[in-house]
């Protein structure tokens, strides 16, 4: 990832103060929709581009955890970060061995912390990324030369 692109994040949050924490940590370096609803979110992941979801353990309509359960079947790219306090671990915990999260933010953070965990992220959604366009390259690949393979034994056997 160029050190310059903008992170395309959505963070779910139950407070004005999470988000404006975020919003100055993040500064110039991640483009960030807010949210504080599940209906809004997934409005947000129908419409752009996100390579980052953080959320806060609950908010308004939902759980973070439920609400990456609801996302995965149709938005699995996405790497997810939980906010947690220290005496929500469980619930991280949790989240964490279902494969849901990619990492937890505990409070209190610094604005460095959620700038390296963000960065870390999304360079980890680009590798992913550039992973699974290769092995999608490699799979035409190998088909095509399967049928180049099933065309040559037709010519051989006529």
Avoid: C, H
């Amino acid at each position: 990832m160029a050190d310059n692109a903008l992170i395309n994040t959505l963070l779910l949050a139950n407070s004005d103060d999470v988000a404006s924490s975020f919003r100055r940590a993040l500064g110039s370096k991640s483009k960030l929709w807010v949210s504080t609803t599940t209906d809004n979110a997934i409005s947000v992941l129908s419409d752009s581009s996100i390579e980052l979801i953080i959320s806060t353990p609950k908010f308004a309509s939902s759980t973070g955890l439920n609400f990456f359960e609801q996302i995965m079947p149709e938005y699995p790219d996405p790497v997810r970060i939980m906010i947690a306090e220290q005496s929500e671990l469980d619930s991280v915990i949790e989240a964490i061995n279902k494969g849901r999260i990619y990492k937890y933010i505990v409070r209190p953070w610094t604005d460095t912390q959620v700038q390296t965990i963000v960065k870390e992220a999304a360079e980890f959604y680009q590798l992913r990324t550039d992973l699974e366009n290769r092995v999608s390259q490699f799979s035409d690949q190998l088909i095509q030369a399967e049928l180049n393979l099933e065309a040559l034994i037709e010519d051989i056997q006529s």
